[in-house]
């Protein structure tokens, strides 16, 4: 059996980590996990394993609380797709539809008649000394 495990940096405060096991060439195991760093903690955002028995995705909506979405894919299959994902959309996680929902209700019961709703995305932010990171504004219509 040939285990590989690393960490990879993605950028100021997130990380991969990666982790699979094979055996005869083949994928058992692996869990491949996007994690941000939090108050001085690592915790996990988006995780793709084979825990239960079966390939799936562990969306955490905070560091306790997840929801799981099962794929019907083999080991080697998930983990390349984990492995691309990650790579390719670790700035758009966390992702917070329910936060996102909730401002845009609120905005549009406070707007003023007539006035647009003005919604800034922020990629990132830097430490205080630099602020915020490639801000993109939208204008609905009023």
Known sequence: ??????????????????????????????????EVELRGQWVPVVRYDMAHGQAHIDLYETPTRKTKHFLDLSPAETMTLADEDIKENWKQFPRDP????????????????GRPIVIVTINRVQPPKSRLISPRLEIEAA
């Open 1 to 34: 059996m040939a285990i590989t495990e690393y960490a990879h940096a993605l950028g100021e405060g997130a990380r991969k980590r990666h982790y699979h096991e094979r055996r005869r060439g083949r994928v058992v195991a692996f869990a491949v996990q996007l």
């Open 98 to 113: 329910k936060f996102n929902a909730w401002a845009r209700r609120l905005a549009r019961r406070q707007r003023e008649s």
